[in-house]
């Protein structure tokens, strides 16, 4: 897979697009009861739009207003590439951050 830097100085695969109206959650993963996780409907990433569950990162940046819309960071690749400093953002509307009671299945990969 060939690569090209990204903005913030992280490797990026050149197949994966920047952007994709059409991609969606490709794979799963289970995380630990007690996990912040986010249950999202019709989040944006990328000019995709999402729905479904999302491991929450234990971050100070949870809630920055972006472009005028809440962002929530999420432990979740794009097409298998993950940001260098950080992980990926989702645009959401008032959805509310929990923590798990129980083991729960969360999106862990956008793409097609």
Partial sequence: M??????DG???????????????AIAWKEVT????????????IRNAVVTGKFAVV???TQGII???KRTVEVECLWYEWKPKNRW?????HNEQIY?????VEVIANIGR
Avoid: M, W, Y
Avoid at 33 to 44: E, L, M, Q, T, Y
Avoid at 88 to 92: A, C, D, K, S
């Fill in 10 to 24: 992280s490797t990026f695969p050149r197949e994966a697009p920047h952007t994709d109206k059409l991609a969606k």
């Fill in 58 to 60: 234990d971050s100070k």
């Fill in 33 to 44: 009861k007690g996990r912040n996780v986010i249950d999202v409907v019709n989040a944006s």
């Fill in 99 to 103: 923590s798990t009671e129980e083991i």
């Fill in 66 to 68: 972006v472009k005028g």
């Fill in 2 to 7: 060939a690569i090209t830097q990204s903005k």
């Fill in 88 to 92: 990926i953002r989702l645009f959401v």
